[in-house]
Nanobody, 127 residues
């Protein structure tokens, strides 16, 4: 079990970049897959990207593939989401999450697979 705190959100013009950070606590952080989700007002919380416990497997939503990159630094207990070529459609509250399953090689795109969530960081992309 880990605790998560997101940071790095803000206001950016379309075409710009932001890097979100997720600081984690817990001695077993390296054993769990991690994901990023986002939620716009009045919409569902949707999958964005995920990375497995070792960092060797990643997965992305089609809407962000080629623009966003998820990474992790287990030595520093950090997960990142580099967001490039941002679009107004990317505007949302972004959440970091940890999977509930220990050392699972595959990653999940489903919210129900994640049992620990941060409180979110707002990303606003102006047109």
């Amino acid at each position: 079990q880990v605790q998560l705190v997101e940071s790095g959100g803000g206001l950016v013009q379309a075409g710009g970049s932001l890097r979100l950070s997720c600081a984690t606590s817990g001695r077993t952080f390296n054993n769990y897959n991690m994901g990023w989700f986002r939620q716009a007002p009045g919409r569902e919380r949707d999958f964005v990207a995920a990375i497995n416990w070792s960092g060797g497997t990643t997965n992305y939503a089609d809407s962000v593939k080629g623009r966003f990159t998820i990474s992790r630094d287990n030595a520093r207990n950090m997960v990142y989401l580099q967001m490039n070529t941002l679009k107004p459609e990317d505007t949302a509250e972004y959440y970091c999450a940890a999977e509930r399953i220990y050392r699972r090689d595959d990653v999940s795109r489903s919210r129900s697979s994640y049992d620990t969530w941060g409180t979110g960081t707002q990303v606003t992309v102006s047109s």
